[in-house]
């Protein structure tokens, strides 16, 4: 089964710091530039964090996995995590936390990215 195929999700990667210009007197101007619609695949991961006298905790890690075209710096920016139909499947703002490379026998076959949330939609920072 082609990695393609498992892409259900699109997203928005913008990258921040980049030129977008310049002004009257040859100096540039930085900004952001979003690619929209990027094919993509969100998930959560559960990973048991610690057994007490009081239960467990989990900790759960959201992560984006990204074809092998698609690479990502670490200051990007990522939102709008959508099925194909526009639903939301995560809210709000994330930076890549973990960008992992994962290759097959010879070339690389897709990226894995650990996800940190930064900001809701409305640009609420979450605490």
Do not use: W
Request: charged share 30%; aromatic share 8%; hydrophobic share 30%.
């Amino acid at each position: 089964m082609r990695f393609e195929r498992i892409l259900t999700h699109l997203c928005t990667i913008v990258l921040t710091g980049q030129k977008i210009g310049e002004t009257e007197y040859g100096k540039p101007i930085y900004g952001e530039i979003p690619i929209e619609n990027v094919p993509c695949r969100a998930d959560q991961i559960k990973r048991r964090a610690s057994v007490d006298q009081y239960g467990v905790d989990f900790i759960t890690e959201n992560i984006l996995f990204l074809g092998p075209d698609q690479q990502i710096p670490s200051d990007a920016k990522i939102k709008d995590i959508q099925d194909l139909q526009g639903n939301i499947v995560l809210k709000g703002v994330y930076s890549p936390d973990n960008v992992r490379p994962v290759y097959s026998k010879v070339r690389l076959h897709h990226y894995e990215i650990t996800l940190q949330k930064e900001s809701d939609l409305d640009g609420e920072k979450e605490s």
